[in-house]
């Protein structure tokens, strides 16, 4: 674990110092995205490969499904309340 904290701290040490380069943040953003299509392919292969999850996929799929739908809306209730109690004001006071 902290490993994990280390590692995030110094990027976010280096990313701090490397700010005012939007080329190489551009650059920076692509590989973080094609780095998570990469990792959640090779997710998708160890799940695939693991004859217990193929065998209880019904019931863990129904179980991940409403996870997944309690986040999302989770994220959007938080969010939409976050943007009421501290953005909402600014907006009115630009009119």
């Known amino acids: 674990m902290i490993t994990v904290v280390a590692i995030m701290a110094i990027g976010i040490l280096v990313g701090y110092l490397l700010r005012q ?7 920076l953003e692509r590989l ?7 990792l959640l392919f090779l997710l998708g292969i160890a ?3 693991n ?3 193929i065998r209880n996929l019904p019931t863990l ?3 991940a499904f409403i996870i997944s739908v309690a986040g999302v809306l989770g994220s959007i209730l938080l969010s939409w309340a976050t943007y ?3 953005f909402k004001k600014d907006e009115e006071k630009q009119e």
Do not use: D, S
């Open 32 to 38: 973080t995205t094609w780095a998570i299509y990469l």
């Open 47 to 49: 799940i695939g490969t």
């Open 61 to 63: 799929g129904g179980r």
């Open 21 to 27: 380069k939007r080329k190489l943040i551009g650059f």
């Open 84 to 86: 009421r109690l501290f």
């Open 51 to 53: 004859e217990e999850i």
